[in-house]
T-cell receptor
């Protein structure tokens, strides 16, 4: 069965650079979520989209922005990268918002040097 | 604010034993969902089991079952006949019905020894 696809799987950037992560949800899933998991930490909710509109916002820095496109894929843009942005970034999707059953991608590991 | 607490940072058992992971949560809401997610070394978050708060019957998925105590706000995971492949980080998570934010606990690192 098709799963959530994230790209790139690994990304290395310098401080103050910009990074873009992409997420392709499971076909027919209309809700996308972004989570950030620091080393040894639990995942922290960043932002979610339902039908291409932002539906909820968590602890997402102002330097980050995200959107969901007409084909339901989503992109997380991160600017002015800081060392503390190094983390695993998960995208998840669901068919029914707030049913709670999220399907996660394998994550994109961002390392900021 | 909703919080999820996992009081066991690490656990270790022998293969084929039964192990129970603890989770408590705090909310004033009445309608919500609870989950256990597994994160193996491959890093992917995999849903293990799901429980609707309005259901009194405890959820079961093969070797995995939960003990849901709504009044106590407790949601423990029992793994029976543990296998080496069960070695992973286990996260308890919670979402309020109608909300978008899934709140995770701190995780329990479970090691199954041969």
């Amino acid at each position: 069965a098709a799963g959530v696809i994230q790209s790139p799987r690994h990304l290395i950037k310098e401080k103050r650079e910009t990074a873009t992560l992409k997420c392709y949800p499971i076909p027919r899933h209309d809700t996308v979520y972004w989570y950030q998991q620091g080393p040894g930490q639990d995942p922290q909710f960043l932002i979610s989209f339902y039908e291409k509109m932002q539906s909820d916002k968590g602890s997402i820095p102002d330097r980050f922005s995200a959107q969901q496109f007409s084909d339901y894929h989503s992109e997380l843009n991160m600017s002015s990268l800081e060392l503390g942005d190094s983390a695993l970034y998960f995208c998840a999707s669901s068919l029914v918002p707030s049913s709670g059953e999220l399907f996660f991608g394998e994550g994109s590991r961002l390392t900021v040097l | 604010a909703q919080t999820v607490t996992q009081s066991q940072p690490e656990m270790s058992v022998q293969e084929a034993e039964t192990v129970t992971l603890s989770c408590t949560y705090d909310t004033s809401e009445n309608n919500y969902y609870l989950f256990w997610y597994k994160q193996p070394p491959s890093r992917q978050m995999i849903l293990v089991i799901r429980q609707e708060a309005y259901k009194q019957q405890n959820a079961t998925e093969n070797r995995f079952s939960v003990n849901f105590q709504k009044a106590a706000k407790s949601f423990s995971l029992k793994i029976s006949d543990s296998q080496l492949g069960d070695t992973a980080m286990y996260f308890c998570a919670f979402i309020i019905q109608g909300a978008q934010k899934l709140v995770f606990g701190q995780g329990t690192r479970l090691t199954i020894n041969p």
